[in-house]
């Protein structure tokens, strides 16, 4: 079945030079990026990610890491899409626990548990279908993503926004 999953190379992966290393084990998988880009995480979109565990005692710790208090304050954000793309991701990823994935996974090969107890596990994939949709459309607007993944509709808007002051 033909699916799009989020990833996220987390603020640690980042500070640790990690990207070129997990995206070439994410090639493994044969599927398409279809979107990608660098972002600095606002608590507003931590808080909107990590929403289904807003009452673990971890969450606030969570939402620091995600954006960047720990590392450097940048996420690269990326859509993989082709035949099961989640399922293909997530093996990859590894456990969530980094103490506890396959050692040549992602998370068992480059992540670690902090003394403070912050599971610093380099990347994000979505779990589930609906996972990846709506972490998706958090992520990404529609004309960030080369393929048509998500019903669209077209609306006009009247707001400002910052321009080139010269060429292009
Ligand atoms: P996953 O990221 O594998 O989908 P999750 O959605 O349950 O796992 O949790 C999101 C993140 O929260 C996870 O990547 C690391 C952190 N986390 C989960 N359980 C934790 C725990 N018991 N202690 C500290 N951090 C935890
Ligand atoms: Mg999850």
């Not at 990610?49 to 710790?61: C, N, R, S, T, V």
Request: aromatic share 8%; hydrophobic share 40%.
């Amino acid at each position: 079945m033909i699916q799009q999953t989020l990833v996220l190379i987390k603020p640690d992966g980042l500070k640790k030079s990690l990207t070129g290393n997990i995206l070439t084990r994410l090639s493994e998988t044969k599927l398409d990026i279809v979107a990608a880009r660098i972002v600095q995480v606002s608590r507003k979109l931590a808080e909107e990610h990590y929403i289904a565990l807003k009452d673990k005692p971890f969450f606030e710790d969570l939402i620091k890491y995600i954006m960047g208090e720990y590392h450097k304050k940048k996420v690269m954000a990326l859509v993989y899409w082709g035949d099961d793309a989640i399922e293909k991701v997530r093996k990859i990823c590894g456990a969530t626990n980094p103490e506890e994935a396959d050692s040549i996974s992602i998370r068992g090969a480059y992540g670690r548990i902090t003394t403070k107890g912050v599971y610093e596990n380099a990347i994000h994939a979505s779990a589930n279908m609906a996972d990846a949709e709506r972490e998706i459309k958090l992520w990404f607007g529609p004309d960030e993503i080369i393929e048509d993944i998500y019903p669209t509709k077209t609306v006009k808007t009247a707001c400002e926004k910052r321009v080139w002051e010269k060429g292009a």
